[in-house]
């Protein structure tokens, strides 16, 4: 029996997500551009598919535009944003422990000439909204803010940020909300922001599908030019049955969100307390508030071997973040850790059906790994 542990890496997909993919592969595969009933119906669909998520986001329909994933909107955001704002100036804002899908693009326009300021975390994992003020200057164009990190849990201070960069500046303000959709409760204009990015298979949709909302009024770059689908700023058949298994994903989880998040909430209490209590030396990393992630550190230990000690036993978690490949991650050193607490760290992440076995069992392997490694180490 597999015990599944990295939610934050990705989700499985429920039997009812499937069958809504399922149909519109093999009965309702019209192309929506096509004119005659199937197709027709497809465009009519694809809407009524855009209303749900866009409901659940709490924004409008035509604000939604659907991508392949997160990283292809926080591409987006950020091309598109500077392009806008090319007259203003060449200056970005950014935190040091973004994902890679928002740092790689800012460190692309900082090798074309764009200027990027990097706001770093304190040792809790926060950041600090006077940095933020004191880096804000007429010419900054784009200020891009994550609202949940995806390897401390934090949650930042967005909507904040969002009022004082827009009262100070002309600058838009992004956000990469994937690991924060159906988490934390927000909308896109509770937040205050322009830029929002969602990725469906953080939330039990298949991979391969995400969105970006842009805010009304804002005359967007188009991502891919073509045949004019998604109102011209991202041409290309629509990913139909990606697009339905989305929706059904949200339906489902927008349905049952507070009672996900206390379960979350209370499991991730209940975690600390258990990996504390049963397994000596271990510590939380940074104080993060969301539900679902949990950064902990075994000093002494070296995270990759944990992994794999806790793999061979059928517990799946990661290192860090699952995008890192075996390299420290980035977001773990800006709470610049001491080494020995920096090579042992850990990402738990749940969901709405993570069980207390489950976590038990998480105890006992580190347990193990902690006797056995220990004695290979001594």
């Known amino acids: 029996h597999m015990i599944y542990l990295d939610h934050a890496a990705t989700t499985p997909v429920p039997r009812a997500v499937v069958d809504a993919m399922y149909e519109v592969l093999t009965e ?66 950014t935190t040091a422990y973004e994902h890679a899908a928002v740092l790689e693009p800012c460190k692309v326009l900082e090798r074309q000439g764009d200027e990027v300021t990097y706001l770093q975390p304190d040792r809790a994992g926060n950041i600090s909204l006077d940095d933020l003020e004191a880096a804000l200057r007429p010419d900054t164009v784009l200020v891009s803010m994550m609202l949940v990190n995806n390897e401390l849990g934090t949650v930042l201070p967005v909507a904040q940020a969002a009022r ?17 959709f159906l988490k934390v409760p927000f909308t896109p204009k509770e937040l205050g922001v322009d830029l929002l990015t969602v990725s469906g298979h953080k939330i039990h949709a298949p991979k391969g599908v995400g969105a970006l909302y842009i805010r009304g009024g804002l005359k967007f770059p188009p991502m891919i ?13 629509e990913a139909t049955a990606q697009i339905a298994a989305f929706a059904a994903a949200v339906e489902a989880g927008a349905a049952s969100l507070e009672g996900d998040m206390a379960h979350m909430a209370a499991l991730k ?19 993060g508030t969301a539900p679902h992630i949990l950064a902990v550190t075994l000093p002494g230990y070296k995270s990759e071997v944990i992994v794999r000690f806790l793999s061979d036993r059928g517990i799946c978690l990661s290192s860090g973040s699952a995008c890192h490949k075996g390299k420290p991650s980035h977001v773990y050193a ?35 790994a902690q006797e056995q490694l220990f004695t290979s180490l001594s």
């Not at 004082?164 to 838009?172: E, N, R, Y």
């Not at 030019?225 to 058949?237: A, I, K, P």
């Not at 600390?272 to 990393?285: I, S």
């Open 28 to 93: 309702q595969f019209g192309n929506p551009s096509s004119q005659y009933p199937l197709g027709l119906e497809m465009k009519r669909r694809v809407e009524s598919w855009r209303r749900t998520i866009a409901g659940a986001l709490g924004c409008d329909a035509r604000q939604l535009f659907f991508t392949s994933c997160g990283t292809e909107g926080d591409n987006w955001a950020i091309q598109g944003a500077v392009e806008l704002g090319r007259r203003t100036g060449k200056h970005i804002i």
């Open 164 to 180: 004082l960069v827009h009262q100070k500046t002309k600058a838009l303000v992004h956000c990469d909300a994937v690991q924060g």
């Open 225 to 237: 030019r073509g045949g004019g689908q998604e109102s011209g700023l991202r041409s290309g058949t």
């Open 269 to 287: 209490e209940e975690t600390l307390a258990r990996l504390t209590a049963q397994v000596p030396g271990l510590k939380r990393v940074g104080e």
């Open 334 to 368: 800006a709470l610049k850790l001491p080494k020995k607490e920096l090579d042992g760290v850990l990402r738990i992440s749940f969901s709405y059906d993570t069980t207390l076995e489950d976590v038990q069992a998480l105890a006992e392997g580190l347990k193990a």
